[in-house]
């Protein structure tokens, strides 16, 4: 199992991004995929999770603004991410786990971290 997250970058504030999480090793059906961010100091918290149903779950901190999808062709879960805060700067992540949780110590297997950093 395998996650590889990339689409990160520099945005100024209100401005979009779309992560990436190019999976291998398993089938969505399978798996939840979540996707999780630790900004300098912080804790890693969770921003929003979809499972292999497509139920989805965001965090409140999120919700209206990011939006997770996917392209079961391509092997891949995007997270939208609009109307972006300073606060969301952060590294995120992508991880799964077999069965839908908000946790990030229910999840098994991660990709590398990929930097968001949104200016002012």
């Known amino acids: 199992v395998q996650l590889q997250a990339s689409g990160g970058g520099l945005v100024q504030a209100g401005g979009s991004l779309r992560l990436s999480c190019a999976v291998s090793g398993f089938t969505f059906d399978d798996y939840a995929i979540g996707w999780f961010r630790q900004a300098p100091g912080k804790e890693r918290e969770g921003v929003s999770c979809?499972?292999?149903?497509?139920?989805?779950y965001y965090a409140d901190s999120v919700t209206g603004r990011f939006t997770m999808s996917s392209d079961i062709a391509k092997n891949t879960v995007y997270l939208q991410m609009n109307s972006l805060k300073p606060e969301d700067t952060a590294v995120y992540y992508c991880a799964a786990a077999s069965r839908i949780a908000t946790r990030d110590r229910d999840y098994n297997y991660w990709g590398q971290g990929t930097q968001v950093t949104v200016s002012s």
């Open positions: 979809v499972s292999g149903a497509g139920d989805k």
